[in-house]
């Protein structure tokens, strides 16, 4: 089983609507949360980052975290053609590893893949 | 991309080859990391760096060497190129490699293995 799961999509929506992009995890060590947009042949941007339960918003975007569930979603409001792009989820703990940090060592969901037509 | 290129940018190589990519970055960063991307797998860490000639294994390790001289450039060394290794390579980098820091990607290498 995956650390991480994402539902791959394909997901196709109509300029303007919202848009739910979630992922599950199984290690309750996890603290800190990302949300990364990947372009067609582009490398990873982040997108949103959180820490710990709650929500974040930044414009149209929210992150929502429920550590409790071991699920956090991304919400896109007034979605736009500019927003069809694969968003990443991936996560992190703050434990530390003898030779070397884990801090980097992110944890990625498979991507979900976002269509918004015109 | 936050001032890291990535060459070549494509490559097809034949099985059994040595094959070597290469992360270059201008932002002074400590921190840089090797990752493939592929279909139902997402972002997997192969190697990581924490400083000059300072190295460590990430989860997806096998059939891969890195090297790090010199603080802006990061070496990954597919030994004996396998069909398996036909994927998209991405480089990331981070300054402080804590927790919260932000991973800046570069916009990936594109290895085909025949």
């Known amino acids: 089983q995956k650390e991480v799961e994402q539902d791959p999509g394909p997901l196709s929506v109509p300029e303007g609507a919202i848009v739910s992009l979630n992922c599950t995890y199984s290690?309750?060590?996890?603290?800190?949360f990302m949300w990364y947009r990947q372009y067609s042949r582009k490398g990873p941007e982040l997108l949103m980052y959180?820490?710990?339960?709650g929500n974040k918003e930044d414009g149209r975007f929210t992150a929502q975290v429920d550590k409790s569930s071991k699920y956090i979603s991304l919400f896109i409001r007034d979605s736009q053609p500019s927003d069809s792009a694969t968003y990443l989820c991936?996560?992190?703990?703050?434990?530390?590893?003898?030779?070397?940090?884990?801090?980097?060592?992110?944890?990625f969901g498979q991507g979900t893949i976002l269509t918004v037509h015109p | 991309d936050a001032g890291i290129t990535q060459s070549p940018r494509h490559k097809v190589t034949e099985t059994g080859t040595p094959v070597t990519l290469r992360c270059h970055q201008t932002?002074?960063?400590?921190?840089m990391y090797w990752y493939r991307q592929d279909p139902g797998h997402g972002l997997r860490l192969i190697h990581y760096?924490?400083?000059?000639?300072?190295?460590d294994k990430g989860e997806v390790s096998d059939g891969y060497s890195v090297s790090r001289s010199k603080t802006e450039d990061f070496l990954l060394t597919l030994e004996s190129a396998t069909s398996s290794q036909t994927s998209v390579y991405f480089c990331?980098?981070?300054?402080?490699?804590?927790?919260?820091?932000?991973?800046?990607f570069g916009p990936g290498t594109r290895l085909t293995v025949l």
């Open positions: 959180t820490y710990s339960s």
């Open positions: 991936a996560m992190t703990s703050s434990r530390f590893y003898a030779g070397g940090t884990s801090y980097g060592k992110l944890t």
């Open positions: 290690n309750s060590a996890f603290q800190y």
């Open positions: 760096s924490y400083g000059v000639k300072d190295t």
């Open positions: 932002e002074n960063h400590r921190y």
């Open positions: 990331a980098i981070s300054g402080s490699g804590g927790p919260g820091d932000t991973q800046y």
